[in-house]
């Protein structure tokens, strides 16, 4: 009987350390973002001892950055580039994945080579290209933002349907073959719809990592007119450093299309980043 | 009608050797099976067949036309697959009429049709769902539907049950080879259990390592095994093997000679012997000359009941006489039907006892 | 020669043409051939370039051989990038990796009901752009104004003296990537039978023998591929730590990343940007490399046996 009270009670209190520590956990991860929020909101966001909360709400920064500054110009840019470019990468990805998986000519290397794209410094990769743009004026284009993000865009969306085509039994499309449908018609009917989460999860973590990067764009373009949105954020920390508010704004529009994007492949995205 | 021929297809993947030199004949309307242990290349001969594979070398021949070179879809040939294979995205209606919507058979037909081969199989009430939501037996019955639908030209089945549960496998098993005889179509079936090939087959292909052992009806498979790996791979329990050497009218088994009622043809070559369970009579070890054996293990196996001896440190079974009882650790002394054993040569082939063979039996 | 076989030379012009490796090399094809010109062919360009001399406007000078590697490699300012960088991905994976450990433990233990939000509650950090993060904390640690000297009472200049820029670089990063160690491995958790759990409390496993028999070893593949992956986006540090700190106070923090692009752009010598470039890229690779023999090797056998 009192030993029975003495392990609930000790199980009681694991529980509870348990709980606390997820909850710091939580605070952790989301007290710099409610920072975020609540500093594009306030009237005064800096202020000596800082609040979290602030007294007085404004959508004064938001106006500023849509409308006082160019912010809308970045982001068509960001867009353009990481729509175009992820189209590029996902659609040559998925022909490889699903010749990887099915046939694997080369017998690994092809898909090695691929992989191994992961292993150049965007910087490394940024300076070359820099210098082979340069002379017939593409550099400020979206069109070299575009053809240099095909190494970040391409391994990733291949590795990702790499794994999705993989789940599709290769049977299925035998199925569809011995039913009289031809290769095409079997790619069409059979492949593609069962592809389709792959596909869309592929292209989601493509355009994350293309409308976050920062390096290609830092040296590839030089005015607004072809400069992305973390471009246009790092100049709060040089010319503009103390206009927190704005600061605040432009973060959470900025973040807005991503937490969409990843609320929408929750699940997918675990698989995608697990890699299994 | 239709006529196929496999005429010494073969099949290399790198320096292996997955079928080697294959011809076979398929009989119109016929149940063929392929069996053989898993690795002997059957399934690769039946993926030959559908196209689902190219051959190394070899010749495809469906009334006397080389198909080689056509793919999958324009070979005519229905398929079941091991792994059930039924399209996750699509109902079972979409599933079982898909090949008569690749042929572009008109909407009321198909409807027809589909009704007809629903019924047949007992899913009409599936057909507005999922594969995902079918149990596996039902899966399995829809992908049979799907083969069934058309009128092909031969019907394909690549283990279609081994993942189902034993019941339902003999269940299915019946209605196959019922709607099989209904439908009078030309069917290959693999598999590697020889009790469903005994069970379907109008005749036994058996492989083993890439080639050809054996093609014949099941009984004459049972009775006469071409070579001793099929004596070994057909029936259940196993054979027996002896060492046997045959001269002057006696035959020494395993090195004890025994006295055979009569003896026919020339059995000089003879080397090995195998005898079934029921070819082998115990009785209580008396002064008799013959080998001896101790009672393992009486195993029951419903209406018959099996003897697990020892022998002189070889493992034999052998059936249990109705008349006798005969217990464990008791001792027996061993008795052969001579008629009914089979005599194979050094290299492991068949030799007749010609008095008694009369049916002709054929490799391939 | 009348004996030539018409039907194998039908044969083989049909292999060639219907032959599925051919289709796969195919639909193979485009991807590799963008990757050879929009990465490999620059990657050349750029070993070659680092043999070079460049004018300040860019141009392709005169030909110096291992000069500009002479001259990166006795460059102080580079080999304290290059120790900062290597500093900064040990400490940060390898905290990453334990508090991430840590937490996903915590999340899969039998107290928690709700794990799957919780995971997904955790994961926002690592899908910012690093200049959000590094946005984030500067104003976070910003002495007078910041919350984190508030909060603790303290009174440091996080982001401008030593060693504490360095300290804020690490933590914005374990912010941010502690949730894919948290995600690797709660999904690796969740796929781990439990039979395996119930046969270990049969044999009376303790708690920690269950975890490092039948835990750790089931997540070994999922540990490896995720170390690989970190240590090789660490290298590539640059965004978090230009918005910070600048790479200072003086260059403190600077990595090899940015000291790699200060070259080219800031002094405008492209010659030893490209050599950067390239000892940048052997020190990644080299570093991978060692990770990929030591840990990850065995993913790939057990990929193949499957």
């Known amino acids: 009987m009192e030993l029975t009270k003495l392990h609930n009670y000790s199980r009681l209190v694991t529980r509870a350390a348990v709980f606390a520590v997820i909850g710091l956990w939580l605070i952790w991860i989301w007290g710099p973002l409610v920072w975020d929020f609540f500093t594009g909101l306030a009237v005064n966001p800096q202020t000596d001892p800082p609040q979290l909360i602030p007294t007085q709400f404004t959508l004064e920064h938001y106006r500023n950055v849509l409308f006082a500054e160019d912010m809308p110009t970045y982001i068509r840019n960001s867009v353009i580039v990481t729509t175009v470019s992820t189209a590029i990468s996902v659609s040559v990805g998925a022909l490889a994945a699903y010749a990887l998986t099915r046939y694997d000519p080369g017998d690994g290397q092809v898909s090695f080579f691929i992989l191994s794209m992961r292993f150049l410094p965007p910087i490394a990769v940024a300076i070359p290209i820099y210098m082979m743009f340069v002379g017939i004026g593409w550099i400020n284009t979206w069109r070299v933002l575009i053809l240099a993000y095909l190494p970040i865009g391409i391994p990733i969306s291949t590795w990702i349907m790499l794994i999705f085509f993989q789940r599709i039994p290769k049977e299925l499309e035998e199925a569809s073959r011995i039913d009289g449908w031809s290769r095409i018609q079997t790619w069409r009917r059979v492949v593609l719809p069962l592809a389709a989460p792959g596909i869309s999860s592929a292209a989601i973590l493509t355009a994350i990592l293309m409308w976050n990067e920062y390096v290609l764009a830092l040296v590839l373009t030089t005015t607004k007119e072809a400069q992305t949105i973390p471009i246009y954020l790092a100049g709060f920390v040089t010319t503009r450093g103390i206009l927190w508010g704005r600061m605040g704004a432009a973060t959470m529009i900025a973040i807005t299309p991503i937490v969409i994007l990843s609320f929408l492949a929750q699940e997918r995205l675990v698989a995608g980043f697990t890699l299994e | 009608m239709a006529r196929t021929e496999l005429d010494e297809l073969r099949k290399e993947y790198g320096d292996l050797v997955a079928v080697n030199d294959v011809s076979l004949t398929l009989n119109d309307g016929e149940f063929l099976v392929l069996l053989g242990p898993s690795g002997c290349g059957k399934s690769t001969t039946l993926r030959m067949l559908a196209g689902l594979e190219d051959p190394t070398d070899g010749e495809i021949l469906v009334d006397g036309e080389v198909v080689?070179?056509?793919?999958?879809?324009?070979?005519?040939?229905?398929?079941?697959?091991?792994?059930?294979?039924?399209?996750?995205?699509?109902?079972?209606?979409?599933?079982?009429?898909?090949?008569?919507r690749a042929n572009g058979v008109d909407k009321d037909t198909i409807e027809d049709r589909v009704q007809r081969t629903a019924e047949m199989l007992d899913i009409g009430e599936l057909l507005d769902r999922k594969p995902g939501a079918l149990s596996g037996g039902q899966q399995q019955r829809v992908a049979i539907g799907r083969a069934l639908i058309r009128e092909p030209r031969a019907f394909l089945l690549d283990e279609p049950f081994s993942k189902l549960d034993q019941k339902l496998r003999i269940q299915l098993q019946k209605e196959l080879k019922r709607l099989q005889e209904e439908m009078d179509v030309t069917t290959v079936f693999v598999t590697h259990d020889q009790e469903e090939a005994m069970v379907l087959a109008d005749r036994i292909a058996v492989m083993d390592d890439g080639e050809l052992q054996q093609v014949d009806t099941p009984e004459q498979l049972y009775r006469f095994?071409?070579?001793?790996?099929?004596?070994?791979?057909?029936?259940?329990?196993?054979?027996?093997?002896?060492?046997?050497?045959?001269?002057?009218?006696?035959?020494?088994?395993?090195?004890?000679?025994?006295d055979p009622p009569e003896i026919n043809g020339h059995l000089e070559s003879v080397r090995r012997m195998a005898a079934r369970p029921e070819d082998i009579t115990p009785v209580p070890a008396d002064d008799a000359d013959g080998l001896v054996a101790?009672?393992?293990?009486?195993?029951?196996?419903?209406?018959?009941?099996?003897?697990?001896?020892?022998?002189?440190?070889?493992?034999?079974?052998?059936?249990?006489?109705?008349?006798?009882?005969?217990?464990?650790?008791?001792?027996?002394?061993?008795?052969?039907?001579?008629?009914?054993?089979?005599?194979f040569d050094g290299e492991g082939d068949l030799v007749r006892q010609t008095e008694h063979d009369r049916t002709e039996t054929s490799i391939r | 020669?009348?004996?030539?076989?018409?039907?194998?030379?039908?044969?083989?012009?049909?292999?060639?043409?219907?032959?599925?490796?051919?289709?796969?090399?195919?639909?193979?094809?485009?991807?590799?051939?963008?990757?050879?010109?929009?990465?490999?062919?620059?990657?050349?360009?750029?070993?070659?370039n680092s043999?070079?001399?460049?004018?300040?406007?860019?141009?392709?000078?005169?030909?110096?051989?291992?000069?500009?590697?002479?001259?990166?490699?006795?460059?102080?300012?580079?080999?304290?990038?290059?120790?900062?960088?290597?500093?900064?991905?040990?400490?940060?994976?390898?905290?990453?990796?334990?508090?991430?450990?840590?937490?996903?433990?915590?999340?899969?233990?039998?107290?928690?009901?709700?794990?799957?939000?919780?995971?997904?509650?955790?994961?926002?950090?690592?899908?910012?752009?690093?200049?959000?993060?590094?946005?984030?904390?500067?104003?976070?640690l910003t002495p007078e104004y910041g919350m984190v000297n508030h909060l603790f009472g303290t009174d440091i200049a996080w982001l401008a003296s030593r060693p504490w820029s360095a300290v804020a670089v690490i933590v914005a990063d374990i912010w941010m990537w502690?949730?894919?160690?948290?995600?690797?491995?709660?999904?690796?958790?969740q796929s781990i039978p439990n039979v395996y759990y119930e046969a270990a409390r049969v044999d009376g496993m303790s708690r920690w023998q269950q975890f490092k028999w039948?835990?750790?070893?089931?997540?070994?593949?999922?540990?490896?591929?995720?170390?690989?992956?970190?240590?090789?986006?660490?290298?590539?540090?640059?965004?978090?730590?230009?918005?910070?700190?600048?790479?200072?106070?003086?260059?403190?923090?600077?990595?090899?990343?940015?000291?790699?692009?200060?070259?080219g752009f800031r002094f405008f010598d492209l010659g030893r940007a490209n050599a950067a470039g390239v000892l940048y890229w052997l020190l990644m690779f080299g570093a991978a490399y060692l990770i990929f023999k030591s840990v990850a090797e065995e993913l790939i056998s057990a990929k193949e046996g499957y």
Not at chain 2, 234 to 247: C, H, K, L, R, Y
């Open chain 2, 294 to 343: 101790t009672v393992e293990l009486v195993e029951m196996r419903g209406t018959t009941t099996y003897l697990i001896v020892d022998c002189d440190g070889k493992e034999l079974t052998v059936l249990q006489p109705d008349e006798q009882r005969i217990g464990e650790d008791d001792h027996v002394r061993l008795e052969f039907d001579f008629e009914n054993v089979s005599f």
């Open chain 2, 225 to 258: 095994p071409a070579n001793e790996f099929v004596a070994d791979f057909i029936g259940n329990p196993t054979m027996n093997f002896f060492e046997a050497d045959v001269s002057h009218g006696t035959i020494a088994v395993d090195g004890v000679p025994y």
């Open chain 3, 214 to 263: 039948v835990t750790l070893p089931q997540m070994r593949t999922a540990i490896a591929i995720v170390l690989l992956l970190r240590v090789v986006r660490a290298f590539k540090v640059f965004p978090k730590v230009q918005v910070l700190t600048l790479g200072g106070p003086g260059s403190y923090t600077e990595t090899i990343a940015m000291i790699t692009y200060n070259y």
């Open chain 3, 1 to 48: 020669m009348s004996t030539l076989d018409t039907s194998a030379i039908r044969k083989s012009l049909h292999g060639r043409l219907d032959d599925d490796r051919t289709i796969a090399w195919l639909f193979v094809a485009p991807a590799v051939v963008l990757l050879l010109l929009v990465a490999i062919y620059p990657f050349l360009t750029m070993i070659y």
């Open chain 2, 68 to 100: 080689n070179d056509r793919g999958p879809h324009r070979r005519d040939f229905a398929m079941v697959f091991q792994q059930i294979a039924l399209y996750p995205h699509m109902t079972v209606r979409e599933n079982i009429s898909s090949p008569l």
């Open chain 3, 178 to 189: 502690t949730p894919l160690f948290v995600l690797v491995f709660t999904a690796t958790m």
């Open chain 3, 51 to 140: 043999l070079f001399n460049f004018t300040q406007a860019g141009r392709i000078d005169t030909f110096v051989a291992f000069q500009n590697y002479t001259t990166v490699l006795s460059d102080a300012r580079f080999i304290g990038a290059t120790g900062f960088t290597v500093a900064y991905v040990v400490v940060v994976v390898t905290v990453e990796f334990l508090l991430g450990m840590g937490i996903s433990l915590l999340i899969y233990s039998k107290h928690v009901k709700r794990r799957q939000l919780l995971v997904v509650l955790s994961l926002p950090p690592m899908m910012l752009s690093p200049v959000v993060t590094g946005l984030t904390w500067r104003m976070l």
